[in-house]
């Protein structure tokens, strides 16, 4: 059974900057692409970052390029998502998230997706 936990979040001003981590454990071998997503009150819940296992290609949302960076430690079991020029409107729970299988729907269909953390809460304040 796959298990995946995130922490680093925190309450920052807006300009500064945090670094998620997603730690997994259980049974990883056959884990497709990993994913970062975040929800905030009242919205749905939306992808920010993806990257297969390889971590060779990457993928954000228009509106963090430039200022995340997803990557991956294999040997770690460990996802990171650096977060830079933080702003009010990053405010929301950050989730990780883990694809097994390929399929039709699109990396950032949270449908997609067969694992997920609890989550951890990102703060910005101006």
């Known amino acids: 059974q796959v298990q995946l936990v995130e922490s680093g979040g925190g309450s920052v001003q807006a300009g500064g900057s945090l670094r998620l981590s997603c730690t997994a454990s259980?049974?990883?071998?056959?884990?497709?692409?990993m994913a970062w997503f975040r929800q905030a009150p009242g919205k749905e819940r939306e992808g920010v970052g993806h990257i297969f296992r390889s971590g060779s290609t990457t993928y954000y949302t228009d509106a963090v390029k430039g200022r995340f960076t997803i990557s991956r430690d294999n040997v770690k079991n460990t996802l990171y998502l650096q977060m830079n020029s933080l702003r009010p409107e990053d405010t929301a729970m950050y989730y990780c998230?883990?694809?097994?299988?390929?399929?039709?729907?699109?990396?950032?269909?949270?449908?997609?997706?067969?694992?997920w953390g609890q989550g951890t809460q990102v703060t910005v304040s101006s």
């Open positions: 259980g049974y990883t071998y056959s884990w497709y692409s």
């Open positions: 998230a883990a694809r097994t299988t390929v399929g039709s729907r699109s990396r950032w269909d949270r449908l997609a997706y067969d694992y």
